[in-house]
């Protein structure tokens, strides 16, 4: 950090220690330093308690970096026009660092001690979370619209570590979930967890935005071509938005339906018949299971578009390596799994998992054709949580 800056942090740390008007010290710090990173602070730290100030001080200029920074990171402007994808996450993330602030607020205050609008304030902690939890459609549109064209582009690094962090949001906001279907009493009961939760959110969420605003998006919109963004914005829009969303339009002017092509006639030929391609393709959109078919390079080749799946795919994920179509955590499963399918030591692999209440399982193939030669792999999965509970028989049509 330049010494003048090291010098004015150490200025208003004096004031603090002095008993100064913490909301105009902040301004200053707001005017004069504007974002400073946690991790810039902490390397200063050292030298600021050198030159005398308290822990408890630093403490105090501590949060108040942390709060300038959520709040710089909440009015940022978008930095494309309205209705362009771009647009439509910038303006998600000012309102969900929006949200997460107000929610640190309030656990604050209420811990604090604060009774006479506990009940109204639970009622807004309880919304906010159910903004978070919309906010799950933000992040697959960036994982599954965004990211993969980046990658076309050649710029594999930073999605993987946006996708990384992702995974980190979702456990601190899983933590929050736990709280949303308590009683008011034991909201009231768990406030210091709610309040330590939500500070974690929210500096979570002010590193990453800041990151995204201001290196992905600018790089993705000095790579992408008017074309490429006409695909993000379909993608967006096939996978959903939040309530509070800035909907992306499609230009539609650049878009040429992608129409399967195989021969003039347009049929395929089986040796067990043969079908249209229209056939086909409604055939395997009415599938009860997911489909998605990664070749022997490990690109994904092609995805079932079944109305309810189970997981989000985008046409914009079509040639993208599948290794970059998982977070890094499980990255070194479907490594494992693709390299003992292609060297011929596994035909299949099965999970099964839990997810928002339903038992998903998900099943790997080895493709070989007749000469065992392998062409790819096959994953299948399907929401098996009512055939779970089948038992006897039935033989009757309802
Ligand atoms: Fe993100």
């Known amino acids: 950090m330049a010494s003048d800056r090291k010098s004015i942090l150490k200025e208003i740390a004096n004031k603090i220690s002095s008993g100064e008007n913490l909301t105009d010290l902040k301004n200053q710090f707001m005017k004069s330093l504007g ?28 949060d108040m970096s942390l709060e300038v920074f959520r709040e710089t990171v909440q009015s940022q402007n978008p930095i494309a026009p309205r209705g362009h994808p771009i647009h439509t996450l910038m303006a998600e993330h000012s309102l969900l660092m929006e949200y997460a602030n107000e929610l640190h607020t309030l656990t604050k205050t209420l811990k604090k001690g604060e009774r006479e609008s506990e009940a109204v304030f639970i009622d807004r902690i309880r919304q906010l979370l159910g903004f978070f939890a919309e906010s799950e459609t933000h992040y697959l549109r960036e994982e599954n619209a965004l990211f993969p064209v980046l990658e076309k582009h050649g710029l594999t690094g930073p999605p993987a570590a946006m996708w990384s962090e992702h995974q980190e949001i979702h456990e601190i906001e899983k933590i929050l979930f736990e709280h949303r279907s308590e009683s008011n009493e034991r909201i009231i009961a768990n406030l210091e967890n709610l ?27 000095r790579l992408f071509g008017d074309h490429e963004w006409d695909l993000v914005a379909q993608d967006f829009n096939d996978i959903g938005y939040c309530s509070y969303s800035i909907k992306a339009i499609r230009k539609g002017v650049f878009i040429e339906t992608e129409e399967p092509t195989v021969s003039e006639a347009r049929e395929v030929v089986f040796g067990s018949g043969k079908l249209s391609v229209d056939m086909l393709e409604t055939i395997f959109n009415h599938l009860p299971i997911d489909l998605t078919f990664v070749d022997a390079q490990d690109r994904v080749q092609f995805f079932s578009e079944s109305p309810d799946r189970i ?88």
């Open 35 to 62: 974002v400073v990173n946690p991790a810039e602070m902490m390397l200063v730290r050292g030298e600021l308690i050198q030159d005398g100030i308290s822990d408890t001080d630093f403490e105090v200029l501590f």
């Open 311 to 398: 997981f989000v795919r985008s046409r914009g994920v079509i040639g993208r390596s599948v290794q970059l179509c998982h977070p890094k955590k499980s990255v070194h499963i479907v490594e494992k799994i693709l390299s003992d399918f292609r060297d011929g030591t596994r035909d299949s692999a099965e999970f099964w998992i839990n997810l928002g209440g339903k038992t998903i399982h998900i099943r790997y193939f080895a493709v070989r054709d007749s000469k065992q030669k392998y062409l790819g792999c096959l994953e299948v999965s399907q929401d098996v949580t009512e055939i779970l509970k089948i038992t006897g028989e039935k033989r009757l049509l309802d």
């Open 195 to 221: 309040n330590e939760v939500s500070a974690r959110l929210s500096n979570m969420l002010a590193s990453h935005f800041n990151k995204e605003n201001n290196i992905l998006f600018p790089a993705s919109l």
